[in-house]
């Protein structure tokens, strides 16, 4: 077994081979190890910097970390950026930047070791399987403390960890936060029909009568992965995705050139649900696939039509998770709407490394908290959800 001896820190996913990242547990398909997660694959790191969205000019400098053996093997990583904002990263600390600035401090740069624009959990100590996992994951989360001191950096920021790994952050000193999402899980449901046996009677009347409703008007529904995603259906999904983005975010995150690096390096771990009406597509959504999860991410439309985003996101995900035996979905950050089809309260959590003593008191405080009270809004909501509670339970 090679020992690890040294961390280096690299700026560009073009400077990392590829076959050597594909290596790491959970960063490739056919990993024995960890299902896939298509996030931390070097396809979807390198487009985000490529195709220019996630580069030293938007914010996101990239600082790398590796932990490579005396032969130069790469034996774990950590994508990390050191940032000059906080935008694109869905655990907001924007709070804590004002508060520590208006007490005369600096808070950026930071340093974010995230996927960037993307909530969803997945592995952030990337570690080789042959590798003992304990000291390289615990050699990551030091380097990325030393790494914030040697940039002068206010904090160092993971988020969306999975909650095997938080142990290994809260020995090295961050603080844990915790927040919430929604996820549909498969409980090796036949079909969509089957799932919906699970629900009270009013709920599943009410879910089968809107998906009726998203269809009226001709609307028919397409599922396009793999050769199918071809430069006219990417010109046409990013048409949807800068109307619906540009009115919700303002300056949506990720530009053309990025559909058409993944669409050429991951067209197999992509599903576009396209919404269609007289013979051309007016609403879509893209969904990211793992190993063992369809991860919902954006949606866009150029026309408005009831239910539509609720069929195109949350229930043709659902449809295809069954169908491809997939154990749940995560349909990206938020959005309480969920619950009501068939979607339940889930906690994500992220981990923070503090440099200034008054701050980290400051957050760790807010932070405890914080905890409860998702804690708590978690049980009551997964109370209310469209589950039937009893064996005679109709309504």
Known sequence: MVEPVRIRVETSFADIAADQWGRLA???????????????????????????????ETGWLGQHLLLEGDDGAILGALPAYLKSHSQGEYVFDHGWAD???????????????????TPATGPRLLHRPDQPLIET?????EGLKELARRHGASSAHVTFVPEQEMPIFEAAGYLHRTDQQF???????????????????????????????????????????????????WDQFFTFYMDTGSRKWGRPYLNREFYSLIGERMADDILLVMAKRNGRYVAGAINFIGGDALYGRHWGCIEDHPFLHFEVCYHQ???????????????GAQGEHKLARGYLPAITHSAHFITHPGLRRAVADYLERERRDVETMGEYLAEHGPFRRGENESD
């Open 183 to 233: 996820h549909f899980l498969n409980a090796g449901y036949g079909s969509h029909d089957d799932f919906l046996e699970t629900l009270a009677s009013r709920k599943r009347k009410a879910l089968k009568k809107e998906r009726r409703a998203a269809l009226e008007h001709g609307i028919s529904i397409d599922w396009l992965t793999g050769a199918a995603l071809t430069e006219e259906v």
């Open 26 to 56: 959970g960063a490739s398909r056919g990993d024995a190890h960890m299902p896939y997660n298509p996030f931390v694959s070097h396809a979807f790191l390198s487009s985000l910097e490529e195709s220019g969205c996630a580069t030293a």
């Open 137 to 141: 994951q615990s050699g990551l989360a």
């Open 99 to 117: 508060a520590f600035e208006r007490a005369g401090g600096r808070y950026y740069p930071k340093l974010q070791a995230a996927i960037p624009f």
């Open 317 to 331: 995900a659902i449809d295809f998770a069954i169908e491809k035996r997939l154990v749940r979905v995560e349909a």
